[in-house]
Structures are given as C-alpha cells and as structure tokens.
C-alpha cells in the first residue's frame, strides 16, 4: 500500500464500518484475503464493487468507463486487465479459479461485471502488490467460491475499514476517500 501506507504504520480501523454497509469503492479495508497468510488479514484499496465492470489497459484503471484519478497510486499499472466472459484477465490470460477466487459461472449476474458478494481490491504499490490481479476478488462472505481455501472451507470477510493513521505521528492523518 505504498506510499498511502508505510510498513510499521499503526492504523484505527472501524470494524462495525461493513457489518453497516458495504465496503465501497476507495475505502482502504482489512479482509481476510483468499490465500493462504498464516492467519494473517491484507490492507488493500477497494477499487470495483458489485456491478461494476472493471478494466486496466496502458497504465489506467477504468471503472464504469471512466478512468480513475488515483493520487494515492504510487505508480502505474504494468499490465491490462479485464473483467470479462465470467473471469479476471491478466495480460489476455485468465486467472485459474484453482488458483485463484474466481467464482463460478453460476455466481455471476452478467459475463463482465463484478458478482454479488465480491470486491477488486489493489495495492497502491500496483505493480509489486498481492492483490485481486494474482488472486482474484476478496468476498463479503461465506465460504471463499474458488482457490486454495474454497477447498479447505475458509470463510470470507471484511474485517472493518482503515481510516486514520495514527502512528508514528509525524505520519498521522485521516484515510481519506477520494
């Protein structure tokens, strides 16, 4: 999450937030990601919710068509990506739903949208975060619909939403949304 966030950066996090409303688009949330992180949970940017149609193509994050303004991105994108034919393309390549959370086909409500229930999330550091461009959608709920923890029975959630950085000091300030 560089530069938004830096490592040893301690962070308040609302976590009655989600059980309220649904994460929405620029929130910087905690989840409990969809691959294996010795128990640990991801801090990641939500960037499409359910509905949305989602693409990046030379270096530009569009969402609905219209391209995103990320000041908080600490750089471009090095790869496209497309929500498309019930799947996450990576560079023109599907994301394997053994691999990753990819849900099946009959979890979708059209071929190109994010389903119900799941969210893309990104690192600010794009090109060198674990985010939903390896490992597919972070899920609300329920057991994970594909990838290695659908096996294993893991459950889905979003843990509450970052909204200040409280130490060290010098680095304190609000999260805020754009």
């Keep these: 999450m560089v530069p938004t966030l830096q490592v040893h950066d301690v962070l308040l996090v609302d976590e009655i937030a989600y059980r309220l409303h649904a994460p929405a688009a620029g929130e910087v949330a905690i989840f409990v990601p969809p691959v294996a992180a010795n128990g640990n949970d991801f801090v990641k940017r939500v960037i499409g919710v359910p509905g949305d149609t ?21 750089q471009p994108p090095r790869y496209d990506l497309s929500i498309r034919r ?7 390549q599907p994301l394997d ?3 990753a959370n990819v849900p099946p ?11 119900k229930g799941f969210y893309f999330v ?13 490992w597919g959608f972070a899920q609300t709920s329920g057991t994970f619909a594909a990838g290695p923890l659908a096996r294993q029975g893991v459950r889905a959630r ?18 805020e949304v754009p």
């Design 54 to 74: 989602l693409s990046i193509y030379d270096g530009v994050v569009y969402r609905n068509g219209r391209a995103l303004h990320e000041p908080y991105e600490n």
């Design 86 to 92: 019930y799947g996450i393309y990576v560079d023109g």
């Design 97 to 99: 739903p053994r691999a």
């Design 105 to 115: 086909k009959a979890l979708w409500q059209a071929p190109n949208r994010i389903p």
């Design 122 to 134: 990104l690192g600010d550091n794009r090109n060198y975060s674990d985010d939903s461009h390896v």
């Design 158 to 175: 979003f843990v509450g939403r970052a909204f200040l950085i409280l130490w060290p000091l010098n680095r304190m300030h609000a999260l």
